[in-house]
């Protein structure tokens, strides 16, 4: 992907979005909530090239959450198929884009050939480093956080690590995103303004952006009012103005 953005250390390097409005979208033309999930993938697509061209390195797309389950089984199975269809598709422009495809979230309860195509997507793109693109899928931060704990405690129990050695370096490494930043910066689309238990650990300093555009009509344009509005923020982690009395 190419980087066309002239100021590059203003440029999130890590961006997240819960793409969120697909059904009311849908409901607003008089269609099923399935036709706006079609259309959602649209916007995938816009969002994934922009990204790349704005010099933003690592994409993290909230897609499917844990407690998605709670939907009608017809729009459940819709997002699994969408998912798949996506994937599939778009791997081989991906991959010779340099986008490297990570799916974040708890694998077991995937159907088989989406596990499949997920994995296959996964190994095929595993060298590619230009850009990151990170599919969270059947995902909740308290489970992520949940498992990692959960995988150090049995390195612990079979000896193999100790107590001590848990730091956040060694924490952030059992994440789902382990070798990635952390999130930069954090949108939601559809005028809702929570972070629905999506990267807990990795958006602790994240700078937040709220619009009420609905995500299958989510563009460049709407993606580059977001990075304006990032770039006016000032991020002092913790600090203060150096400029302050």
Excluded: C
Excluded at 101 to 121: F, H, N, P, S, Y
Excluded at 148 to 159: D, K, M, T
Excluded at 209 to 216: A, G, K, R, S
């Amino acid at each position: 992907m190419s980087e066309t953005a002239s100021d590059k250390t203003s440029v999130p390097q890590h961006v997240a979005i819960i793409m969120d409005g697909n059904g009311r979208w849908a409901q607003q033309r008089g269609r099923p909530r399935t036709f706006g999930h079609s259309k959602g993938v649209e916007a995938v697509r816009r969002v994934v090239e922009a990204a790349g061209d704005m010099g933003i390195h690592t994409l993290t797309l909230f897609s499917f959450s844990t407690e998605n389950w709670n939907r009608p089984a017809d729009e459940v199975g819709a997002l699994f198929e969408l998912m798949k269809r996506y994937v599939a598709a778009d791997l081989k422009s991906l991959k010779q884009r340099g986008v490297r495809i990570r799916i974040i979230g708890r694998r077991e309860d995937l159907r088989e050939d989406l596990a499949e195509i997920v994995g296959q997507a996964e190994a095929e793109t595993a060298s590619n480093t230009d850009f990151n693109l990170n599919i969270a899928f059947n995902y909740g931060g308290r489970d992520e956080i949940l498992r990692a704990a959960q995988n150090l405690a049995r390195a612990i129990h079979a000896g193999d690590l100790s107590v001590d050695a848990i730091d956040e370096g060694r924490f952030s490494g059992a994440l789902d995103t382990a070798g990635l930043p952390d999130v930069d910066l954090m949108i939601r689309t559809s005028g809702e303004q929570r972070i629905s238990n999506f990267l807990l650990w990795q958006a602790a300093y994240a700078e937040f952006h709220f619009t009420d555009v609905l995500w299958p009509d989510f563009d460049e344009a709407e993606l580059a009012r977001a990075l304006e509005a990032f770039k006016n923020r000032d991020r002092r982690y913790g600090g203060v103005d150096a400029g302050a009395a």
